[in-house]
């Protein structure tokens, strides 16, 4: 009963203790995980990377499209649980366990996000000072204040970085 207690805590704590780092675990639909990799439109063999990749079903509807991605989550079931659910595909998908706020951005053609609307600016400036090169960024449900779309598609976003 005690073990039973201890793991639903655990659990809870692990979904829990991210909302202060970010967006809680909320996953994006199939019809939208395809528009999104329909709008940022990258090639075989270009690289997505994923901001609170979640239970890895953007990584993984990727990588099916011949794409490699790179998720950083920060909820250690949801990375263990998505390492299992991509391991078909281990060779093209990688997932980090962490703060995505923390680290330097990997080399990347694009960006998927499913964040909250008070990490927009701070994921702008993020993208503004850290992408290498020209970089694609799909938000799903929220636009970054202040600045122009280049595509909209139903609640997904498209914006460019040079
Ligand atoms: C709204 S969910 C979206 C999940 C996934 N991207 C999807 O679209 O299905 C946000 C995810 O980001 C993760 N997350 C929130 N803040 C984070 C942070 N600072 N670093 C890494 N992951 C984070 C959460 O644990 C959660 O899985």
């Not at 997932?95 to 960006?111: A, K």
């Amino acid at each position: 009963m005690q073990l039973v207690l201890f793991g639903v805590v655990f659990v809870l704590i692990c979904f829990a203790f991210v909302v202060l780092f970010g967006a809680p675990y909320v996953p994006t639909l199939s019809p939208q995980v395809k528009t999104a990799l329909d709008l940022i439109d990258l090639k075989k063999g270009q690289t997505l990377l994923e901001l609170g990749s979640g239970d890895g079903r953007v990584l993984r509807a990727a990588a099916q499209r011949g794409l490699l991605a790179i998720g950083y989550e920060l909820n250690p079931l949801l990375v263990v649980y998505s390492r299992l659910t991509t391991w078909k595909y281990r060779k093209q998908v990688r997932i980090v366990w962490g703060n995505f706020w923390n680290v330097q951005l990997p080399e990347c053609d694009g960006v998927f996000v499913f964040l909250l609307d008070r990490y927009m600016r701070r994921l702008d400036q993020k993208i503004t000072k850290q992408a290498r090169g020209k970089t694609k960024l799909v938000s799903f449900a929220f636009e970054i204040p202040g600045k122009r779309y280049a595509k909209r598609r139903g609640g997904l976003f498209l914006y460019l970085y040079d």
